[in-house]
């Protein structure tokens, strides 16, 4: 597997008795990349991940981290995991959580009270680190989760909806670590329902649907190009035929779209609209979604 490879997935399937979690899942993700999964309740994602994570063994197909099979004890050492559903002991202080993860992922006790300190400071911990986990708001228990999985800077990072408890600070907070996590060239796996939240930080993402990967891109490729419109005065033949290099043109009233306009021209299709004779009052640039894109891949499937 090539070295820049950090995570790939080989038609993954995970049976549970006569119920199918994953069937045929594919895909890779390199060092230095954010991979974001997406698809409804029930596809397969959180499975996917405890699979990497190798909490649960595949039914068929193969994978590899960082260049060893799922389940390697050494791949194991190297993945920094925040499950969706965490269980801290209530009884444990925040810093005590933290010493078990550490203890149990082999760090020795000196490199472990720098690195407690320092995951406390970046999750805005350090000062609620010695109460009761009993005590902490479901945000601040989310916050201590990210900070287990940011222990000894891993090389490959598994978050399964890990900003589904904060407020808008915390989830810019996450999205600010998320691309820290990226810049020493770590590869990052992200489940989210908040599709705002992958559109900002995801360099590429994967949709999925009943344990199979349907699409995948990055979020310009899923969502399209994209396009134009341009408000005329009087809209006529000679500024429709004008715009034509720059797109498709479809006719809306006063409005003309040009489909898969490219954002670098958008002022030159505007002069051309002039120079044609056209008397422009309004311009607007527009691209699908990845909500909507998501609804058309699944198909109204919900969860």
């Not at 209530?90 to 006790?109: D, F, K, Q, S, Y």
């Not at 720098?114 to 009993?134: H, K, N, P, S, T």
Request: charged fraction near 30%.
């Amino acid at each position: 597997m090539p070295a820049e490879i950090a995570i790939r997935a080989e038609h993954l399937s995970k049976r549970y008795g006569a119920r199918s979690a994953l069937d045929d899942l594919t895909f890779e993700v390199r060092r230095g990349e954010v991979f974001g999964l997406l698809g409804p309740n029930g596809a397969g994602k959180t499975t996917a991940v405890r699979l990497l994570a190798g909490l649960t063994e595949p039914s068929g197909g193969a994978g590899w981290v960082l260049g060893l099979p799922l389940g390697d004890r050494e791949a194991r050492r190297r993945i920094g995991y925040m499950p969706e559903l965490f269980r801290h002991p209530p009884w444990l202080t925040g810093r005590e959580v933290l010493w078990a993860h550490a203890r149990l992922a082999g760090i020795a006790v000196r490199a472990g009270r720098r690195e407690i300190a320092r995951v406390l400071a970046e999750v805005g911990l350090e000062a609620r680190a010695d109460e009761r986990v009993g005590r902490y708001s479901k945000g601040m228990q989310q916050r201590l989760a990210l900070a287990a999985a940011l222990l000894g800077e891993p090389d490959v990072v598994l978050l399964d909806e890990p900003t589904s408890a904060l407020d808008p600070v915390g989830r810019r907070e996450v999205r600010e670590h998320v691309r820290e996590i990226r810049a020493r060239g770590a590869a990052v796996i992200l489940n989210s329902h908040l599709l705002s939240e992958v559109e900002r930080v995801c360099d590429r993402v994967a949709v999925v649907r009943a344990g199979r990967v349907v699409a995948q891109g990055t979020v310009d490729e899923l969502c399209g190009r994209p396009g134009l419109r341009i408000r005329l005065e009087r809209p006529d033949d000679a500024v429709r035929t004008a715009l034509e290099p720059f797109g498709t043109v479809r006719a809306d009233g006063e409005w003309l779209d040009v489909d898969a306009a490219d954002p670098a021209r958008i002022a030159d299709a505007v002069a051309a609209a002039v120079a044609a004779g056209g008397r422009v009052v309004g311009v607007e640039t527009r691209r699908g979604t990845l909500e909507d894109r998501l609804l058309e891949l699944l198909g109204g499937q919900g969860g």
